[in-house]
């Protein structure tokens, strides 16, 4: 059990991670062979349609669900970790400018929001090079962790290892960061979490924002009783077009209000939380 204690004494790191994907989904007006399939009303196209609804759909997000998640951390005062795929704050440059401006971390996405797991070593190199020089054009920074389109390839870890990433988020087996040297050189892991993901809210309609916001306070109480044994971290992902509708973002309003009532809770960008823990537990040869 690593001895690692959070700033200020803190039981609990919690980081927000928001996903902004939209705009750089798969289209037919991108040249892609089909639509993007994830669809909040389960509409799955058997044909290469252009799906002009679900196109809309995503949109919202950067033209109103955007604007209220930007203005409920501002007013609560939480930084948080954009997880962005490059295309998409190319395409909404106003949007990467408020999250600079506002003292966000953004987070590497993909260039696109695609699949990387079908491409070739070489593809999937340059896919990571493409996203980092992105960003780096895009916010004036380079991004220091990577998220996946959920599924990945074998030499994932490796190149991001190879390309200066500080941090991978692909993994889901833990409550705390740790170490991973399958590259020939280490890097921290900071787990990320589908259970208290947003997603559900799009993917399932029957699971409701109350039921959703629930599950995330439980889950923040437990892992701050944890944390007065062992230090503890805990991941809440949303996105724009999820989190950011009219019926959604008193949710997100009302856990981040539970949270900040609570002084020994570290909220923190995720590239934070990744150089305190490697300061304080440093990678070690077995």
């Known amino acids: 059990m690593s001895s690692v204690t959070w700033p200020n004494g803190a039981r609990l790191a919690l980081s927000i991670v928001v996903n902004v994907e939209e705009g750089s989904e798969l289209s037919i007006a991108e040249g892609d062979r089909g639509p993007e399939p994830v669809d909040e009303l389960g509409v799955t196209l058997k044909h290469a349609l252009r799906n002009y609804g679900n196109e809309s759909n995503y949109r919202y997000g950067l033209k109103a669900g955007a604007p209220r998640v930007m203005r409920l951390l501002r007013d609560r005062g939480v930084r948080a970790t954009f997880t962005a795929a490059a295309l998409s704050l190319e395409r909404a ?101 589908i259970d208290s993901n947003d997603m559900k809210m799009w993917t399932a309609p029957g699971f409701m ?57 570290w909220v923190a960008p995720r590239i934070e939380i990744a150089r305190h823990w490697a300061e304080a537990d440093p990678y070690r040869l077995v």
């Open 93 to 193: 440059p106003d949007l990467a400018r408020q999250i600079v401006a506002d003292g966000h971390e953004v987070c590497a996405h993909g260039w696109r929001w695609i699949h990387q797991f079908r491409m070739d070593e070489p593809t999937e190199r340059d896919f990571i090079r493409k996203a980092v020089a992105s960003i780096e054009r895009t916010t004036g920074e380079r991004p220091h962790g990577w998220l996946s389109r959920y599924l990945l390839t074998d030499n994932t870890r490796r190149l991001l290892v190879e390309e200066g990433f500080t941090y991978h988020m692909d993994d889901y087996s833990d409550d705390v960061p740790f170490w991973d040297a399958t590259a020939d050189r280490p890097i921290l892991i900071l787990p990320y979490a």
């Open 209 to 265: 924002p109350a039921d959703w916001l629930q599950y995330a306070i439980d889950s923040f109480d437990w892992l701050r009783r944890e944390g007065a044994d062992a230090a503890r971290m805990m991941s809440l992902g949303v996105h724009l077009r999820i989190i950011g509708r009219p019926g959604r973002i008193g949710y997100l309003e009302r856990f981040l209000d539970h949270v900040l009532r609570h002084d020994d809770v």
